[in-house]
């Protein structure tokens, strides 16, 4: 069976992810930097899922020799779900869990990634970034991230999704527009699973991009600018010291 790393997944969207992958069978590494969340996180799975197989990976995203260690701790891996992240007035922290962290794991991982897919994280404020949206770019570095790997690294399958608009309870009338973070797992889910999917491909909600069953969206405005995508890979390459190649 195949194993998955989902990062940031004790809590939120990322731990609907592991439960909604833990269902098939495969082994599912939980990265995160709590081991007590992750401790309450992998029983409330069990809870649904009994013969769930999981695993904890130490891991701290906005540390890069936490990110090197924990890569250097799996010998096998068939995805990894860049999903962990934060909003928050530090920019720099934010950048660093957000896009940087990410950046470098997948970095370490590539040579346990042949075959396998990578699918980072986005948003549709990293659709088209205003000027002092500091969250929505690091989330378009981290989904520019993703298209230019498709285009530089064929051993793997690079796939962006962005789960929408997704809180943790819902009620109407708000359901209307946006989801709970169960539906919120979807994109990141059918983007390692989908094999009709293809390298350099985004997957969202349907409903406006905000909520719904995921499809393929179009890549089209700042997210295809191949100039700015090279610059967001060479600067993250100096900042991290690693090329995921
Ligand atoms: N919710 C939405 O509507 C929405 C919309 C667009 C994009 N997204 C993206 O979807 C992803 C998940 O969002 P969410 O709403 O599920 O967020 P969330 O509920 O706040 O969960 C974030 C997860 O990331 C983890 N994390 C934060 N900093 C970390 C670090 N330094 N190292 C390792 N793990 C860390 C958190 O762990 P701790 O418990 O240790 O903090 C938590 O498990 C994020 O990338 C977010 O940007 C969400």
């Known amino acids: 069976m195949p194993t998955y790393l989902v990062t940031g997944s004790n809590a939120g969207i990322g731990y609907h992810v592991a439960l909604q992958l833990a269902r098939t069978g495969a082994t599912v590494v939980m990265g995160s930097r709590s081991a007590e969340k992750v401790d309450a996180a992998m029983a409330s799975i069990r809870s649904v899922v009994p013969d769930a197989r999981l695993r904890h990976l130490q891991l701290d995203l906005a540390d890069l020799d936490s990110v090197k260690a924990a890569a250097h701790e799996l010998d096998s891996l068939d995805a990894v779900v860049c999903n962990g992240g934060v909003m928050i007035d530090d920019t720099e922290l934010m950048y660093a869990t957000n896009h940087l962290g990410h950046f470098a794991l997948v970095g370490w991982l590539m040579p346990l990634l042949a075959g396998g897919r990578v699918v980072t994280t986005g948003s549709l404020r990293g ?57 919120g797992a979807w994109p990141a889910v059918q983007a390692v699973l989908d094999p009709s999917l293809r390298s350099g491909q985004m997957v969202g909600p349907r409903v406006f991009g905000l909520r719904g069953e995921p499809r393929v969206e179009p890549v089209r405005g700042q997210l295809a600018d191949v100039t700015l995508a090279a610059q967001v890979w060479d600067r993250s390459v100096e900042l991290t010291g690693v090329e995921p190649a």
Do not use: C, W
């Not at 991230?145 to 690294?153: N, T, V």
């Not at 929408?164 to 819902?170: C, E, K, M, R, Y």
């Open 127 to 183: 659709k088209k970034v205003k000027d002092g949206d500091d969250y929505a770019r690091s989330k378009q570095d981290q989904m520019l991230f993703g298209f230019e790997l498709a285009r530089r690294q064929s051993a793997v399958t690079s796939i962006v999704n962005h789960p929408g608009g997704a809180l943790d309870t819902i009620r109407f009338p708000v359901s209307l527009l946006l989801q709970d973070k169960e539906a």
